[in-house]
Every structure is written in C-alpha cells, then in structure tokens.
C-alpha cells in the first residue's frame, strides 16, 4: 500500500533562517507530488507540483522554491524565512495519470519568529 | 485561486442530524471532490464526482452536483460526534491540479 511521509511534523524557526521540509512516498511510482500551504482556519493553497524528477511547477511567487531530486522525493526549500511563511504545510501525491484523487500527508506546522 | 466557495462557513448539529455543505464554483471542470481534515492533520479524500455524474453515494456520504449551477452539495446523513471536521471541497479543471474552498467547519455535539 502507499504510503506518505512528512517530516519534521512541527517547526519553530526565527525570521531569516533557511527552511528544508522533506515529503517521501513509498508503494507507488511516477506520481504527481504537490506542496500546498495552509493559513490558520482557511482553505488549501497549492505552492508547488511536480509530474517528474526535475520538473517543477511554481504556482504563486513566493519566497519558497521546491526540488524533487529523486522520483519519490519532495523537497520545500527557503534561504531565508519571512514570517508569511508561517503555516501549515502540506505534500500530496496523485496518480500520474489525470482527474485522481489526491493522497495527504500528515503535514507540518511551521512558526516564524 | 480559491475556485470552490464552501457554504456555510461552520455548522454545528446534534448527532443524529444530517448536515449539507454547499459548494460552488466558477470554471468549468472535469471533477469536484470532497475532503476531511481532522483539525492539525493532512486531508483525507471523501468522494470523488466527475462532471456527468449528478449524483454519488458512499455510505453516510451523498455528493450531488449540478453543472449548469456551478454547485456541489455534501450529505451526511446521521451524524456522529467523530464527523466533527473541517470539510473541503476542490474542483478539478482540465490538469492536474485542484484548487480548494476555505472550507466547511462541523461540530457535531453528541
């Protein structure tokens, strides 16, 4: 079965500090990997997708960027945090092939002070 | 861009009752879902409705959607204290990718 990981689960960092939060899915193959943010009592916001090693997709700008250097690994990066970046981060997988449902994990919560 | 509006925003119901959650959405798409989200966890996927469907059942679960109206509703039918969620619908264009509402909070009391 699949599975996706999320670490760490929580973070504190002060303002300026780089940021490196890692999302690994096991028990599947080529699949669709997502970074979403979530603000405090409001919905998802997608930052980042990717259908392939090497291949990322920049929804909003931001201060963040993402990597996937290998085909079941995501990585959320910062050179130096802002408190905006503070929030709920959340990596998905989905099944390469389109209109599938999305698989979440446990996310991490991250505070900027 | 948010595209799915959730109504209402919370809604709070004795177990028992059925709660409604509404959508509605601005674009055409290939298919809307609903998500849980237990309060500080991931999301977990619901029901999956594509665009010529009208209607879907699993279990306490009916979604209904209508395309000409751009809305989407969820019914759970005889609530229990553990619904007690946050419930997101997200609609899917023609992609990958699915753009969510800010959301339906439920508080079922028992």
């Known amino acids: 079965s699949q599975t996706i990981h999320q670490w760490p689960a929580t973070l504190v960092q002060p303002v300026g500090s780089p940021l490196s939060l890692e999302c690994t899915v096991e028990?599947?193959?080529?699949?669709?990997l997502y970074w979403y943010r979530q603000a405090a009592g409001r919905g998802l916001q997608l930052l980042f997708y990717?259908?392939?090693?090497?291949?990322i997709s920049s929804e909003v700008p931001q201060n963040l960027s993402a990597s996937r250097p290998q085909d079941r690994q995501f990585i959320l990066s910062s050179k130096k945090l802002l408190l905006s970046d503070s929030g709920f981060y959340l990596c998905?997988?989905?099944?390469?092939?389109?209109?599938?449902?999305?698989?979440f994990g446990p996310g991490t919560r991250l505070t900027v002070l | 861009s948010q595209q799915g509006e959730e109504d209402p925003q919370a809604l709070s119901i004795q177990e028992g009752e059925n709660a409604t959650m509404n959508c509605s959405y601005k674009?055409?798409?290939?298919?809307l879902q609903w998500y849980r989200q237990n309060s500080g966890r991931g999301l977990v996927h619901l029901i999956l409705?594509?665009?010529?469907?009208r209607e879907k059942h699993s279990g306490r679960l009916r979604v209904t959607l209508d395309t000409s109206k751009k809305s989407s509703s969820l019914l759970i039918t005889a609530s229990r204290a553990a619904d007690t969620a946050s419930y997101f619908c997200?609609?899917?264009?023609?992609?990958?990718?699915?753009?969510f509402g800010a959301g339906t909070i439920l508080r079922v009391k028992s």
């Open positions: 028990g599947t193959s080529n699949p669709n």
């Open positions: 990717s259908v392939g090693i090497g291949q």
């Open positions: 997200a609609t899917m264009e023609y992609g990958n990718k699915l753009v």
């Open positions: 998905a997988w989905s099944v390469l092939v389109t209109n599938n449902e999305q698989f």
């Open positions: 409705i594509r665009s010529n469907e």
């Open positions: 674009t055409s798409i290939n298919n």
